[in-house]
Every structure is written in C-alpha cells, then in structure tokens.
C-alpha cells in the first residue's frame, strides 16, 4: 500500500464518481424535459469545478497515487474500494470532467425525445468514466469499464440516426467481446498475486514469460478495441456516424482514451516481457492505423465518418507513442491523448451544429457555407487546423513529441509514420475547403444561421485549451513527468533485473 | 416448530383442496393463494434457526435446508403474486392448480432437509408429479393444444432420470449397506477409485441434472417451457432449481472422495451445457424458449461452482442459482404482463415496450443485462465468483470456455434489450400494470442490483450454511 498517498479530508474522488450517479437517481423521480437539462447541466458543471481541486492539490514530484481513498468491499474476494489518481490519469479524469457540461450543452435541443432519460444516461456515463480513470482496484475498474457500455449502448441505440442499431450492437458486441479474456487475465493475476486485486502490487512482477504474452495479448485485445487499433476499428465509423453529438463527443474524446489508458497503466506494467517481445508488431500496427485512417478519411462523404476515420489515424500515433517506451514518445501520447478528446470533441460539437441546421451529416449538403456563418467556419477552420497538427495548435506539439521519440527508437518506422501527418492536412484542408467556400454548384445555404450564444459558449473553451496547449504545453508535461519518469525507470530497472538473473 | 413451513404448507394446501370442492371466484382463489404463501414465507423465516432431527435421523433441519425452505418460500410468493389471476389456466381448474402447486413447494422444501436416499427419492417425486400436472392445466381456449405434449414429454424424460437416479442409489446401498447418507459419506472415502461407486454417484446426480436442465439432460426444457403456461413456466424456471442446486452441494459434498473423474465429468458436463446453450438460444423466436435454453447455459455455469468441491465454491453456485431465480423471475414477471391472455411471447412482441410500460421495459433490461453477466447486477458478480473459484483451482481452460460463453450469450439477450428500447411500435397499446406488479418490479430490481453491488453478506452466509452440512 505504500504506492498509495491516503487522502485524509474530503473525499475529493468518491464525490467525482458519486455526484453524477446521485443526480441521475434524482433524475428518475422528475419528468419535467426543462428542469432535465438545467439539473444535469447544475450537476455536470458542479462535478467540473470541484475536479478542479485535483490540478491545485497535484503534487508533481511525486509518482504516488494521491488522493487515494481504500475501504475493503467484498472481504471473502479481498476486493476493495480503491482509488487514486496519478500522473497517467489526473488530465484524463479533467478532460472527463471539464467536457460533460459542453455535451449537455450540445444536447440542448438535439435531443428532442426522452430528454430525461438521456441525461440519467449522460450523468451514469460519467460516474463510470472518472471511475475507470481512477479505480486501483482491478475488479473495481472491470465493473466500471463493463457498466459503461450500458449507458453508451442506450446513447446510441435510442438516440441514434437510421442504422441505429446495427451501430449499437456492433459497438456493444465488440466492446464486450473484447474484454471478456481480460476478466480471465484479472483472475488469473488475482491468483497469482497472493489473492489481491490491487493494480499497483501486481505491477513488475517476473510472471512467467507464456504467461506474459497470454496476458498481453488479452489486454491487447480489450484495449486494442476500445482505442481502436487497425483492424479492429471497424466498430467506430459505425457508432460515431449514427450516435447523437453527445454520444459523439463522448465517445471520441473518452472512451477510446480508456485503450491507451489501459495500455499505459496494465499492459505495460504487468507484463513488461511481453510488451518488449510485442512491441514491434504494435508499432507498425500503429503505423497501419496512421495510413490506413488517413486513407480513408480522404474518400469520405460524410463528416462523421471523416473525423472517425481521422481518430483511427490519431489514436495510431497514440499507441506509436506510448509504444516505443521512452519518455518523449510516452507522455507526447498523454499530451496526443487529451488534444485527441479537446480536438475531436470539438470538431464533433461541429458536425452537430451543421446537422442541426441542415438535417445531414453529407459535405455535399454542407459546402459553402462559410458565406453564411462566418463565426461557425472560422472556429471550424481552427479546430480543423490543431486537427493536422498545425504549429501553434496543441496537436502539434503531442504529434511533434512523438514523433522525436520515435525517430530516437527507430528512424524508418518514424519515416513510415510522416505520410500520415500530410495525409492529416490533406483531408481536413479538404473538408475545410468544402466547407467553407465549396464549389460553383453550392446549394443554397442563404436560410442557414451563423451560431448562438450557446453554441459559442460551447465551443469556446475548446479553442481556449488549443491554444494554451499549443503555446505553452509546459504545465500540462509538468503533471505527468513523475509517473512517466517513474515507469520507465521501473521499467528499465525490471529489465536489468531480469537480464541480471537470466531467467529467460 | 422444526415442521412448521412444511405443516403450513401442506395446511395452504387442504385449504385449497377445501377450495376446489366448492366454485370459489377467482379474486377469493387468488387472494387466498397469496395469503397462504405470505404465511409459508413467515413460517420458514421463523424457523430459519431451527435446528435438529425428525423421523429417526431421515429429515435433518439445519441453516442450510431452512435457508433454502425460506428461498424457496420467497420465490413461490412472488410467482404468486405475478401471475395475476392465472389467466393462462383453465377457469375451472385454478384452485387445483394451487393446490398442486402447494404441494409441489412441499415436495421440494421436503427435498433439501432429505438426508436419506429413500427420502430425497419420495419428496423429489412428490414435487415432480404436481409438476407434471401442472403444465397440462394449460386454457385451451386460445387453441393451442401443445402444453399436452409438453406435459407427457417432462413425464417421460422425468421418470426415465429418475430411473437413473434409483439405478444408482441401489448400487449406492449395494456398496455401503445403508440408505442415509451420513453412513455413506464415512464408507465413500474406502471405496474411493471404485468405479461402481464413480457410476453410482454419477447417475443419482443425473435425477438432479434433470431437474436443473444440465446438458445431456436438458431435452424437456424448451417445449415445457414453451407448452406451460407462463405462470407455470415461471415457477418451473425457478423454484425447483434452487432444490436441485441445494441437493447437489449435498451429493457432490460425499462425491469428492472420488476426485478427478467425477471433478471430469462435471467440467464436460458444464461446458457442453454452456456451449448448447447458449448457442441454440441465438437462433429462438419465442422469449420461453430463449430462457429456457439461456437456463441450460446458467446451469452449466453453476457446475463451476461445485466441481471445485470446496465450501467457497458450493456457496458461489448458492450465490448465482438464487441470483439467477430472481432475474428469471423478474423476466416473467414481464411476460406474464405483456401475455394479457395468456397467450406465448415472441420477442418481437417486445418491441416498444418502453412506451407501452415504461417499469416493465426497465425490470426486464435490468433481469436480462444481469443474465447477460453485465455488471453492477448480481449475474455479473455471480459470474465472476465462480471464475474466481474455477481459476484457483487451475481450471484454466474451463473458465476460458465460460468466459467466450458469456461473450456468446451478450448477443441475443442484447436483441431483447434492443427491441424494448430501442425500437417504436405505435400500433400495441400501452399494458395496464397494477400498483402491485410495479412495486414487486422495483423490488426485484433492487435485490438485483444490492445483491450484485455488495455480495458479501450472502456469500458468508451460504458459507455458513453450507458448513452446518456433516
């Protein structure tokens, strides 16, 4: 227990996970759709403001979890409720927290239908997305990963656009299919740690090597999933395109960070022997992502599916990074992590605007109406710009940094990861010309309104964060450079000590 | 007092022996069957303490059998309570169909305090012969006839598993010379290895196997399911099963001196039953016989539970069989609501249940995410217990057999969901749900959702339980 800093005031994480499933239950007992959004709004924003005591009580000299919460649950199991947040997770739980409230926003009149309903599944999605940023417990963390799908199956499945829920039950069935060896992983480690679930004593343990790669590879397949690593993404367009905004920006800016998350905090630490003995194939299964997504985004019609195939490529360099284990390539994916939710968020809030005015997700339908909304293309043009990692935007320097890491562990795999930086800007210049001045055969877009206030209010803090991140990333690195330093210390130090006994 | 459920139920049932000589009105026949099985539940959880012997040692109450009497008890009410006014019986025949209902509920509560072959044998036929009368009770007005052949077919498969079952009892005899299994549980472990003492074994479990539709005893489950009235096929899903899973930690508690083969058995057993299962059920149109060929994969799952022949391991299969008699119950609860007449479910009639009631859509997403082993729900947390288990005693393979079966059984309770939710049906009219029906929802809801959230205190009280077996 001696990783964990006891949290000895208030309960700062419980309250996180908690407060959005308390709003839900009250939610049940009111049926009134005005009071739905104003309350879930009250409560998201309530969760955001107190997850800002997290970055000002963040020790950053330390690679310790902190705030750390432990009750014992299920004693004959030795399951406990533990909690704690470090380096790896502390940007995530504030990306999770700080983007609720603009998903409310963006649901505002979105959603016409069972308004109710759709928040109670809003605020269960966040109870469990803060949970499985900082559950320390392994069964702990499963049930919240599992209990999420529930929720974001409703999202899409009830909300969704025409192929609804062919969507659905794709994201469902793969998510779920994924993960079930990896409940099998968890016993497995459970019995042969003594009988404890806690994450952080199951870490840098000399497992045998056969059982490393098996419990890699059921890692793989959970977090490949969820990220979602080429050839496992076909999930994503499907759910992204029918979801709702919410669902969109949800499922873009979160959930697929749980994969990378995974990977950082179990795959690595578990089974160090396995990820240097994998970790080739990974990486050029990244660099097939990178290619591959950006391929297809450039043959895309519909905005949905471009900015999908656009994440596939994202979240490949994302894995590039965090895969060739050193420390620019590890925390420029943490960077490429939280620009990837504040990017894609943002261009999804986007798509959703248009849609709402235009009733379709087609460019076709959407060129030229730059003319007609100037405020809308303009914070459009530079989202899309961070989107392909334009200097100055926040992208760039998560692209650039793991992009130098690579290049210091293998210069033609970083070679081979370059054509997916042009094939970016090809394909959101594209998008972005068709968008905003389109061709001689426009259609007539003259009817179209430029942006309310609350639309502006939406996506304003998304282009605060672009640029202070772009500008000035340092005090974001400054959180994360403990743990990181630490892992790979640890790791570097397991290697030694395996290289020194022999035992392989 | 160590008699009085079992003297309360057998009352419940004179009275409504009493009931059909007269021409009772329904209301007055169901009243009197809730009131009767209010008191069966008070009475067992009176005597949950009780301890002792009756009939020269051949009838031991302890925690454990009180226990069981008390779930059982429990689980007989809520059908009770559900089934309205039993609209998918004949008219003439409903205060005959709770009598023969009582004394089926006597028959198993008989069942679990049974430590002597002769009397498991007795008490299991008398709960199994109000059964093979009940599902024929069947209206016919709708004109389906074929509840007659459901009703001669769980006859015969039932009476061939009992063949079994005697078959091997008297090799059991033959081998230790007495019939209670206190004695035989001291000669087992001398005759350990012995093959006609692996077989015996083998084939008294199988009368079990039966009764809770285990692979390759399962044949009677989807057209009894599929025959019985809902009502009928709500108490067969649930109540004898937790019977059958609470004689089995008995039986399999004196089969462990026989080690590997019957631990082998099991495992195959378990595994075929999971993968028949599950993989049939994909394919299903009717919801009755969905859950019943979902109820032969839970089945299978339950056998995790005791081929680890450890205490833990008998209360995790404790766990998930009660877990598993309240989701099933919660799910016919549904049907039997959505039924107005009495009448067979397809799973599309599910389509647009959240407008057509909202409470029903929500308990049967919550019962059928739980089968689904999704958590917080207690079908998650039983699920994992019993991996738990398996996996420290280096099941490997099995639990990662079970685990694609999880995977493999998400898909059509998933398309239930998907109807319920997510798609609109304008044309059905809402479904009238009475105050009762919807509390009793919510309740059920509840216990699935704390049971799975804090399974603690249940676990160590099946352990507990499960101790006070010699």
Known sequence: ?504 | MLFLPELTILGAGLLFFLLTLGQPSSATVRTSAIIAAGAILCASLLSLSQEGELFYGVYRVDLFSQAFKTLIAAAALVVILFGNSLVGIKQDSRPEYYLFFFVSCLGLMMLVSSVELLAIFISLELSSFAVYIMVPMRQTESGVLFQMEAGIKYLLFGVMATGFMLFGMSYIFGLSGSTSLDVIARQLPSLAGKPAAVVAMLMIMAGFFYKLAIFPFHFWVPDVYEGAANETTAFIAAVPKLAAVALLVRLTALASPQGDVVINMLMICAILSMFYGNLSALVQKDIKRMLGYSGIAHAGFILLGLLTLKTSGYANSLYYITGYALMNLACFLVICQIAGTGQNVAIADFSGLHKRAPILALTLTVALFSLAGIPPFVGFTGKFMLLVGALQENHLLLVTLAAINTAIAIYYYLSVVRLAYCTDSTSQDTIETGILTNSLSLLLIMVIIVMGVSPSWFVNFAEQAIRTIP
């Not at chain 1, 069964?139 to 829920?165: C, D, N, Q, S, T």
């Not at chain 1, 993960?179 to 099998?184: G, P, R």
């Not at chain 1, 979801?243 to 800016?253: E, F, H, K, M």
């Not at chain 1, 194939?281 to 990244?286: G, H, K």
């Open chain 1, 1 to 504: 227990m001696d990783q964990l800093l006891l949290n000895q005031g208030f309960p700062l994480l419980s309250t996180l996970i908690f407060l959005p499933l308390a709003g839900a239950l009250v939610m049940l007992l009111i049926r009134d759709q005005q009071f739905a959004r104003y309350w879930t709004l009250a409560v998201t924003t309530t969760v955001a403001l107190i997850s800002l005591a997290l970055p000002f009580g963040f020790d950053r000299d330390t690679a310790a979890f902190q705030f750390a919460e432990y009750h014992s649950w299920i004693d004959s199991l030795n399951i406990a409720y533990v909690l704690g947040v470090d380096g790896i997770s502390v940007l995530l739980i504030l990306l999770t927290t700080l983007i609720m409230p603009f998903c409310v926003l963006a649901s505002w009149t979105y959603i016409k239908e069972r308004v109710a309903a759709f928040m109670v599944c809003l605020l269960i999605m966040e109870t469990a997305m803060i949970g499985v940023f900082v559950a320390l417990d392994f069964v702990l963390f499963y049930i919240l990963w599992e209990a999420m799908l529930i929720p974001m199956y409703l999202l899409i499945g009830i909300w969704g656009g025409p192929r609804k829920i062919y969507a659905s039950i794709k994201f469902f069935l793969y998510t779920l299919t994924g993960s079930i060896l990896l409940l099998v992983a968890i016993i497995w480690l459970y019995t042969a740690n003594g009988y404890s679930f806690f994450i952080p004593d199951m870490m840098w343990k000399a497992y045998p090597f056969t059982a490393q790669i098996l419990i890699f590879l059921a890692f793989f397949l959970a977090f490949a999933i969820k990220v979602p690593m080429f050839p496992f993404h076909t999930w994503l367009p499907a759910a992204h395109v029918e979801a709702p905004t919410a669902g969109s920006v949800i499922l873009a800016s979160i959930l697929l960070k749980m994969g990378t998350y995974g990977f950082l905090r179990f795959a690595l630490p578990i089974t160090p022997d396995a990820t240097t003995t994998l970790m080739p194939y990974v990486l050029w299964l990244s660099i097939a992502g990178i290619i591959y997504g950006g391929l297809t985004a450039l043959a895309q019609q519909d905005m949905k599916k471009l900015i999908a195939y656009s994440s596939v490529g994202h979240m490949g360099f994302v894995t590039l990074g965090i895969f060739v284990l050193n420390i620019e390539g590890i925390e420029g994916a943490i960077l490429q992590m939280i620009n990837h939710g504040i990017t894609t968020g943002a261009l999804f809030l986007c798509v959703g605007m248009i849609y709402e005015r235009t009733h379709s997700r087609e460019l076709r339908s959407a060129t030229g109406i730059g003319q007609h909304m100037p405020v809308f293309v303009t914070l459009l043009g530079f989202f899309s710009l961070s989107s392909l990692a334009f200097p100055g935007t926040n992208s760039f320097v998560g692209e650039f940094m793991i992009l130098a890491g690579t290049f210091r562990h293998d210069v033609p795999l970083a070679l081979a990861a370059i054509p997916g930086a042009i094939l970016a800007a090809a394909y959101m210049l594209r998008m972005l010309q068709k968008i905003i001045w389109g061709g001689t055969d426009n259609p007539d877009q003259s009817w179209l309104t430029d942006l309310n206030r609350r639309e502006i209010v939406t996506l304003a803090p998304f282009l605060f964060f672009v640029f202070w991140i772009g500008l000035g990333p340092q005090p974001f690195l400054a959180m994360m450079h403990s743990s990181v330093v630490n892992l790979l210390d640890q790791f570097h130090a397991y290697q030694q000590a395996i290289a020194a006994v022999g035992v392989y």
